[in-house]
């Protein structure tokens, strides 16, 4: 018993050797692991310039037709002026120059006939007018995210779209899959690469802590390509309702500290 108990306390003055504890409590909690998935819609438009913005394009283009030389069609203008006063002069000209072709002068009325007619759409879409945050035609100047409301513990809240990892999945398969359960089969994403781009964990209630004291959500990115949430079943994935945010808007949806961690990878 002696050299046991010395033995013992010689191992525990080991750097880097730890004895594992026999207290339930101390030993490696266990955690769910889950894949969100960020999914973004890009800009359509560009942005709408601002005054100061307006005003330096105004001065780069004054500067550059200030320094710029003549274009083909100028001196095609300068060629109709001369050939004209050369046909009033009566000295000799090409008649080939004269009899068919179209003037700079006429060239000019004809595309201030089509500019005229020509209107450009708005930039407010139905959607904006209606207010209606499951369009993804909406707010085509700014990046819109997916939300979707999930139900966490006895509550709903709209999330990012995220799921709890099966056995032999990798995280990238999980998230594909979560978007298939809850998004359905219309929504078309590309997920960019098989690397999370941020991390979020929480820990559960204690009366929900049987199997796992808490869930750590490794989040991935993805880019809309065409198609919108449909109506899935409703189930403890999804309730089935979905907005389409940008970045100022998702601020009050989510959670405060759930944002903390999804807003550093919000552009």
Not at 10 to 38: C, F, H, M, T, Y
Request: glycine share 6%.
């Amino acid at each position: 018993m002696l050299k046991s108990a010395l033995l013992a306390s010689k191992i525990l003055r080991v750097p880097g050797v730890r004895l594992i504890s026999q207290n339930p409590a101390l030993r490696k909690e266990k955690w769910d692991l889950l894949a969100g998935v960020l999914v973004e819609r890009l800009p359509i438009l560009g942005k709408s310039l601002n005054p100061i913005e307006t005003k330096y394009q105004k001065m780069l283009m004054d500067v550059e037709f200030e320094q710029s030389l003549l274009s083909d069609h100028e001196r095609r203008h300068e060629k109709d002026i001369l050939l004209a006063e050369s046909i009033k002069k009566g000295l000799e000209v090409d008649l080939d120059d004269v009899a068919s072709k179209q003037t700079a002068e006429d060239f000019e009325d004809a595309c201030d006939e089509e500019l005229e007619a020509f209107k450009l759409a708005s930039r407010q879409t139905e959607a904006d007018r209606k207010k209606d945050f499951t369009s993804v035609q909406r707010k085509l100047e700014d990046t819109l995210f997916l939300l979707v409301e999930q139900t966490v513990g006895n509550k709903k809240i709209f999330l990012l779209p995220q799921g709890v990892r099966q056995e032999g999945e990798t995280m990238r398969q999980t998230a594909d899959r979560v978007l298939r359960e809850i998004c359905g089969e219309k929504l078309n994403v590309q997920v960019y690469g098989n690397a999370p781009v941020g991390f979020y964990k929480y820990k559960y209630p204690q009366s929900q802590r049987k199997e796992a004291v808490g869930a750590k959500v490794f989040f991935f990115r993805a880019a809309h390509l065409a198609g919108n949430p449909g109506k899935v079943e409703k189930s403890e994935k999804g309730t089935g309702k979905f907005l389409w945010h940008t970045k100022e808007e998702i601020e009050g949806k989510l959670p405060p500290e759930y944002m903390r961690s999804v807003q550093q990878f919000l552009l």
